[in-house]
Nanobody, 121 residues
Framework: QVQLVESGGRLVQAGGSLRLSCAASGRTYSNYVMGWFRQAPGKEREVVTVSWSGGSIYLADSLKGRFTISRDNAKNTVYLQMNSLKPEDTAVYYC???????????????WGQGTQVTVSS
């Protein structure tokens, strides 16, 4: 079992930046592929970015240049740096852990509770 706890979501103005954190505990964190998903009101949950400790990173095309995933294996934490935020980035952001194929296809064995990000225009 892996437990995931997100933090860092809040209200921010368009053009601003936020860094979300996801603290993992339980089974060996570094063995897991980690990722961030988001779900906007009335929409399906979508993959934002996925990171494997070996270096591979997937990032949704629409977010390239603005969002970055990083991980600190010593702290069992994965981060999502979000820059130049837009109102359409408003969503609940979820941290997830699993295998590469699962995460990039939108599935996961383990989910955090989510953290709300609201971008005002």
């Amino acid at each position: 079992q892996v437990q995931l706890v997100e933090s860092g979501g809040r209200l921010v103005q368009a053009g601003g930046s936020l860094r979300l954190s996801c603290a993992a505990s339980g089974r060996t964190y570094s063995n897991y592929v980690m990722g961030w998903f988001r779900q906007a009101p009335g929409k399906e949950r979508e993959v934002v970015t996925v990171s494997w400790s070996g270096g591979s990173i997937y990032l949704a095309d629409s977010l390239k240049g603005r969002f970055t995933i990083s991980r600190d294996n010593a702290k069992n934490t994965v981060y999502l740096q979000m820059n130049s935020l837009k109102p359409e980035d408003t969503a609940v952001y979820y941290c997830a852990a699993g295998t590469w194929n699962m995460l990039v296809s939108g599935r996961s064995d383990y989910w955090g509770q989510g953290t709300q990000v609201t971008v005002s225009s």
